[in-house]
Structures are given as structure tokens and as C-alpha cells.
């Protein structure tokens, strides 16, 4: 299993220094540093790191607006430094994937189980992320899969479980997901329903 790659922002080269220490020591892999926000943004886009080290007082770009273009770019979690306790600022990055706030100097005790737990949390938020999408992928196909069973049940005279079994049959046969064939079925649907309202009584185009 790949180790954890970590960068490191922080305007001080001694508290950078001590950092990479502590984690190289661990077995952690240092994926790039920089002293300022713009250089830290560019670097983290380019490195895609597994964790990010913020200095709260980052110069240049701000560590909070480096955090937020990590939280919309979805790159990594943080762990956020600051010489003291701030309320506002944990308040100010509560939308943001800060999963520790560390008060320099940073102790070893202190970091590698941040780390770790910012690492595992992080993966475990992910999963519930991706599995809440398919949820609503699932969701959404099933309630075009009701729409098209409606409209065969009404055009073709197809009870619920007729119509079901056919959109099955096709999908099987053409081997793609029901949902695929369902859509087909809307569309044709719209564009036949769409056709008749250009007619006149008569059969007649409009």
C-alpha cells in the first residue's frame, strides 16, 4: 500500500523543516512545501497530495482561501496550524475539509495522530460521498424507469408488471440499462406527443 503523500504550507522554513522531520521519520512521504498561499495553490493542484499541512498565517493567497479552493476542487483534508486559539477562525473553516487545528509548535505527539485521523476521516467521508451519489443515480433512474412503465401502461394497454417485463426484455436484449431504454421510451414518447399537437382533427398537418 502506497504511503500517504503530505504538503506542507507554512511561511516559516523551521516549522517547515520540523514538520518533514517528524513525518519522514514516520514513513510518511513529503509531497512538495511552499512558503506562500499562490505557490501552494499551484503545487497542490499540480501534486494532488493525500493531506495538506496549512499555516493558518500563510502570506500572499490566504490559508482560507486555500482552503476553499481545496474544498471545491475536492483535492485532500487539512490540518490547520495557528500560533493560538482562535474560535473565529475554526468557525470561519467550518465548511471546509479541516479535519484537525494544531497550535504551534507543532509537537510529534501531537501531529502523527492527527495525521492518521485526518487520513482514515477523510476516506471514510469520501466513501459515504460517493455511496450517497449512486443512492441518488439509483433514485433518479427509477423514477424515469415509473415514467416510461406509465406511458406504456397507457399507450400499449400494458398492465404495471407487462410493462416492466418489457422494458426488461429490451434491456436485456440490447444489453444496456434499463434506464437507457427508459429514456429512449420518453423521448419517443415527447416527440410523437409533440407531433400530434402539429396535426389538425383531420390528420392534416397544422
Request: charged letters at 25%; proline letters at 5%.
Amino acid at each position: 500500500m502506497q504511503q500517504p503523500k503530505i504538503f506542507i504550507a507554512s511561511a516559516d522554513p523551521s516549522a517547515r523543516q520540523n514538520l518533514k522531520c517528524i513525518l519522514v521519520r514516520e514513513g510518511y512521504l513529503i509531497a512538495g512545501e511552499a512558503p506562500d498561499g499562490s505557490q501552494a495553490l499551484r503545487m497542490i493542484r499540480t501534486l494532488q497530495p493525500s493531506l495538506v499541512i496549512l499555516d493558518s498565517e500563510l502570506q500572499g493567497t490566504s490559508a482560507l482561501e486555500v482552503a476553499r479552493i481545496i474544498e471545491e476542487d475536492g483535492v485532500a483534508p487539512i490540518i490547520l496550524l495557528a500560533s493560538s486559539w482562535h474560535r473565529n477562525l475554526m468557525i470561519r473553516t467550518r465548511d471546509f475539509p479541516v479535519f484537525a487545528y494544531l497550535i504551534k509548535p507543532v509537537q510529534e505527539s501531537i501531529l502523527l495522530p492527527a495525521v492518521e485521523a485526518a487520513l482514515a476521516n477523510y476516506q471514510k467521508m469520501c466513501r459515504l460521498q460517493q455511496e450517497i451519489s449512486k443512492l441518488k443515480e439509483t433514485l433518479a433512474a427509477r423514477k424515469i424507469i415509473e415514467r416510461a412503465k406509465g406511458i406504456l401502461m397507457d399507450t400499449m394497454g400494458l398492465t404495471e408488471a407487462e410493462a416492466y417485463r418489457r422494458m426488461q426484455r429490451q434491456s436485456m436484449d440490447r444489453c444496456v440499462p434499463m434506464k437507457s431504454i427508459a429514456e429512449a421510451i420518453i423521448v419517443a414518447h415527447e416527440l410523437q406527443s409533440g407531433s400530434n399537437k402539429g396535426k389538425k382533427p383531420d390528420g392534416r398537418d397544422g
